[in-house]
């Protein structure tokens, strides 16, 4: 019985790592790096500005800022998206921690993708969706409006 469990937990552990190498050879090394352990993701609870974005492909990217004299003290995200979208979100994010406002308006999806070492074609968009989310939400400190895009 032992002998029996070794071996399924071996066939389990051999099968997760081909899995991995796969996820390695088709998103690159640091796409699979974020998607497996994304910094900054969850709601900010004392979040001053909320970006969300609902992409074409039908998943969601939300930012999460807190920004104080025009500089974001810290951001976070949330998605419901494929891998692609964790990496990008949490690049986004990243990326924006102690800006001001000017220069993370600056941050666009071409900016992720760099950051990424880019994406495969068919997921591109996840990067654009996680700019426009940020922007989003910069766009509702600014109006002064807390609230979803
Ligand atoms: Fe929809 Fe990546 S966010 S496919």
Not at 70 to 77: G, L, R, V
Not at 91 to 115: H, N, R, W
Not at 126 to 137: I, K
């Amino acid at each position: 019985m032992i002998a029996m469990k070794d071996e399924l937990d071996a066939f389990v552990r051999e099968t997760q790592e081909q899995i991995d190498q796969e996820g390695k050879a088709a998103y690159g090394e640091e796409v699979f790096r974020r998607w497996k352990n994304p910094r900054h993701f969850g709601p900010m609870e004392d979040a001053t500005a909320i970006g969300r974005i609902k992409g074409k492909c039908g998943d969601s990217m939300e930012i999460h800022l807190k920004i104080q004299d025009e500089i974001i003290q810290k951001a976070s995200f949330v998605t419901d998206g494929c891998a692609s979208s964790v990496a990008c979100g949490s690049v986004a994010v990243e990326l924006a921690g102690g800006k001001s406002l000017d220069e993370a308006v600056l941050i666009g999806g071409d900016t992720i993708l760099a950051q990424l070492e880019g994406l495969p074609r068919e997921e591109t968009h996840c990067a654009y969706l996680a700019a426009e989310a940020l922007h989003a939400a910069i766009h509702n400190y600014i109006v002064g409006c807390f609230q979803e895009s």
